[in-house]
């Protein structure tokens, strides 16, 4: 089974106004202390977890493309140490396109990524201002392809769905990215979450989210586009040539073990739940008393396993696979789906079904959190469930 490792660097430059990530804003990073505390931090999860080379490394956040190389170069050696390397290992690095991390790329590289995944999140200048983002569409594009000449693999983000967004204008910005070359594409809607700037500026009707029929069609038009070009989606929000998808996030998505280090890092280890202290003033006190930098720990049964695994695998294009589940976790594939329903769906459309393997249609995707609430029974759907930080890059 794959194994990968979650490298978290929390700070940002800026706050963006609809992120809910575990970001902080600094004015001044000890960077010599944080790398004796993340050296630490992964040197106890390697001797808790142990196992398999690593398939993938994921430097997530935060923007670590802030990070000194050196340091990166640095875990990436204790990392090869701890556990080794598997052949063609993917090693993905976040960040901001400005021309301040462009610069560090060619460092980067050399210190062993071979992954970008850079937050363009839009081409408009107004559109930038407007989600908080420091860089304007020129400075974006120029680091994009700064990063295109340094790494073997590169991937971008944009953010659609945005208040009066229209099918024109989002197909434009579509096909544009597309004619950018990359191999792998993330493609988010604007969701409001709870606790963000946007949020707060929704309830002061500062602005009205796009709604529901319209963020649809977008979703449509998304997924017609892509197929039709060759990245289609492989995930809810991510697309890709095939064999370019990301494999550290479907390491996630398969429900493969992962160790997560750094200010609120999420692992699934060796039927374990670990998480870091989000704080980075908490983690980097927790890792001078105890070494480690865990706030919580605990066992996971069977049942819950099964739970995220389907939580997760249901994500993704390929669905998952009943009968290989049910012999992980020692249950029936009765147990693990309400064939019922799935049967229902089915003929609505939204579901699919290929002997013991099922899942989502594409119709079906813009209705996935109702469809889990309806195709896993009640008594297995994990009550505690979160989504490790870095996903979908």
């Known amino acids: 089974m794959a194994r990968a490792l979650y490298i978290h660097w929390p700070f940002c430059l800026a706050k963006c106004p609809y992120c809910d990530f575990n970001s902080h804003v600094r004015d001044q990073v000890d960077h010599s202390r944080w790398e004796t505390a993340l050296l630490a931090d992964m040197r106890h999860e390697a001797e808790a977890a142990g196992g398999e080379n690593l398939e993938s490394v994921f430097f997530g956040g935060g923007t670590p493309s802030l990070m000194p190389p050196t340091l990166v170069e640095r875990l990436l050696g204790e990392a090869e140490r701890l556990w080794g390397f598997a052949d063609g290992i993917e090693i993905t690095l976040e960040g901001n396109p400005s021309s301040v991390e462009a610069a560090n790329y060619a460092s980067l590289a050399s210190a062993g990524v071979n992954r970008a995944s850079l937050g363009l999140q839009a081409f408009d200048d107004g559109t930038l201002d407007f989600l908080g983002r420091l860089h304007d569409g020129a400075e974006g594009l120029a680091a994009l392809e700064v990063a295109q000449k340094h790494f073997g693999r590169v991937s971008f983000d944009l953010i659609y769905a945005l208040p009066e967004q229209t099918l024109d204008q989002w197909q434009?910005?579509?096909?544009?990215?597309?004619?950018?070359?990359?191999s792998h594409l993330s493609l988010y809607q604007l969701t409001i979450e709870p606790g963000t700037r946007f949020e707060t500026m929704v309830r002061r009707g500062q602005f009205t989210p796009l709604d529901d029929d319209s963020a649809a069609d977008l979703f449509a038009l998304t997924a017609d586009i892509t197929g039709n070009l060759?990245?289609?989606a492989y995930e809810v929000s991510n697309h890709a040539l095939p064999g370019q998808e990301s494999r550290h996030n479907l390491t996630y998505w398969r429900y493969g073990d992962y160790c997560g280090i750094g200010p609120g890092a999420h692992g699934r280890r060796n039927g374990m739940a670990t998480v870091r202290h989000r704080k980075p003033e908490n983690w980097l006190e927790a890792i001078s008393t105890k070494g480690h930098g865990?706030?919580?720990?605990?066992?996971?049964?069977?049942?819950?396993?099964?739970?995220?695994?389907?939580?997760?695998?249901?994500?993704?294009?390929?669905?998952?696979?009943l009968g290989v589940l049910g012999s992980r976790f020692g249950l029936a594939s009765s147990e693990l789906c309400d064939q019922g329903k799935l049967a229902f769906y089915r003929q609505q459309g939204l579901c699919w079904a290929d002997g013991k393997r099922i899942g989502v249609t594409g119709a079906g995707m813009p209705l996935l959190d109702a469809l889990l609430g309806e195709l896993v029974p009640v008594d297995l759907v994990a009550t505690r469930f979160d989504e490790p930080e870095g996903l979908g890059a």
Do not use: H
Not at 172 to 182: F, K, S, V
Not at 309 to 315: E, F, I, S, V
């Open 294 to 321: 865990i706030s919580e720990m605990r066992n996971l049964g069977n049942r819950e396993q099964a739970s995220e695994a389907l939580l997760m695998g249901l994500r993704l294009a390929e669905g998952v696979d």
């Open 230 to 232: 060759g990245l289609p």
């Open 172 to 182: 434009a910005d579509l096909l544009r990215a597309i004619g950018l070359g990359t």
